[in-house]
């Protein structure tokens, strides 16, 4: 159950993160093409080694999600455990998805996210500051930049898993929300902010709607 769960969670990512991955790939095979300062010795490499180095780049990065499907899918084991073993959590069980909408609203305006999406809008920064030319250090610069895209939208991750919104529709919902708040700059931070005050809206209209139904 769990590699299913990881493995669908992972190939989920991939088709909703594809778009917003597309400009670092090729900045990363661009680099590698171009004799560049940032390497010492020779820089020209063979076709093989620039593609075992992207998988790496691409593996490393993939690794941050998965690492993220591990820790839902254990939020979500010990749940169900803790809902068989205490059947009155079940009576509260409707404040789950407003105080997830809520928190992701408080979590878009917070410093840390702020600060990833910051490092995302500047993918090249990474490589500047960054650079490895060996191939574990193409691991490497793959997990950093997966961890800031993590850092960025992992409350969205939680949102879906919570709501149980893990269809195309909804996926492909946030695949346009996260381009537009990656890829585009200022802009995109700016937006951040009016996705926090909506998530913080559906938190207050869902508890407004479930207190008068009670």
Do not use: N
């Not at 946030?174 to 537009?180: E, G, H, M, P």
Request: aromatic residues 10%; glycine residues 10%.
């Amino acid at each position: 159950a769990a590699l299913a769960f990881i493995g669908v969670w992972v190939v989920g990512m991939v088709a909703m993160m594809f778009p917003v991955m597309i400009p670092v790939v090729l900045a990363y095979d661009r680099i590698q093409r171009t004799p560049s300062p940032l390497e010492a010795g020779p820089t020209t490499k063979s076709r093989m080694w620039r593609g075992a180095a992207m998988f790496l780049f691409l593996s490393g990065y993939l690794a941050m999600y998965a690492l993220l499907g591990v820790g839902v899918f254990l939020a979500i084991v010990l749940g169900s455990s803790v809902a068989l073993t205490t059947p009155t959590v079940m009576d509260v069980a409707w404040l789950l998805p407003i105080a997830v909408f809520a928190v992701a609203g408080a979590y878009q305006l917070s410093p840390l996210k702020q600060r990833c999406l910051a490092r995302v809008h500047s993918p090249l920064a990474l490589f500047v500051k960054g650079w490895r030319a060996d191939l574990p250090g193409a691991a490497m610069m793959g997990a950093r930049h997966g961890l800031y895209c993590v850092g960025c939208c992992w409350m969205y991750m939680i949102v879906l898993a919570v709501v149980g919104a893990m269809g195309l529709f909804w996926m492909a919902g946030f695949a346009v929300v996260l381009s537009i708040e990656k890829a585009t700059g200022h802009w995109g931070t700016a937006f951040s902010k009016v996705v926090a005050a909506g998530l913080v809206a559906l938190a207050a209209v869902l508890a407004a709607r479930t207190l008068l139904a009670l």
